[in-house]
Nanobody, 123 residues
Framework: QVQLVASGGGLVQTGGSLRLSCAAS????????IGWFRQAPGKEREGVSC????????YYADSARGRFTISRDNAKNTVYLQMNNLKPEEMAVYYC????????????????WGLGTQVTVSS
């Protein structure tokens, strides 16, 4: 079965940290760029971060830069998003997505969407 699942969400207080995981089953993430997106109720989905498969380059949304870190563990077929100093406005369902490149992903060309994980930030 081909599956991409985001996990690691939960309830955290303002200023707290979470590490999200994006795990693939049935295919390898080695050849894919992986992006993280989030969507809050009533709001559009927004890109948070992305990591390339080719050169390890990364992208961060302005709101995430300096607080979030994206990384890969190809041996575990998993991509992580470390989120520090979380803010209430970052409460959302977080999704990961696999594509051919960072440019592909943010152009909307996504090969796989993962099941989301809820991040709740208490104020």
């Amino acid at each position: 079965q081909v599956q991409l699942v985001a996990s690691g969400g939960g309830l955290v207080q303002t200023g707290g940290s979470l590490r999200l995981s994006c795990a693939a089953s049935g295919f390898t993430l080695d050849y894919y760029a992986i992006g993280w997106f989030r969507q809050a109720p009533g709001k559009e989905r927004e890109g948070v971060s992305c990591i390339s498969s080719s050169d390890g380059s990364t992208y961060y949304a302005d709101s995430a830069r300096g607080r979030f870190t994206i990384s890969r563990d190809n041996a575990k077929n998993t991509v992580y998003l470390q989120m520090n100093n979380l803010k209430p406005e970052e409460m959302a369902v977080y999704y990961c997505a696999a594509g051919q490149s960072i440019a592909h992903i943010f152009a909307g060309s996504v090969d796989y969407w993962g099941l989301g994980t809820q991040v709740t930030v208490s104020s």
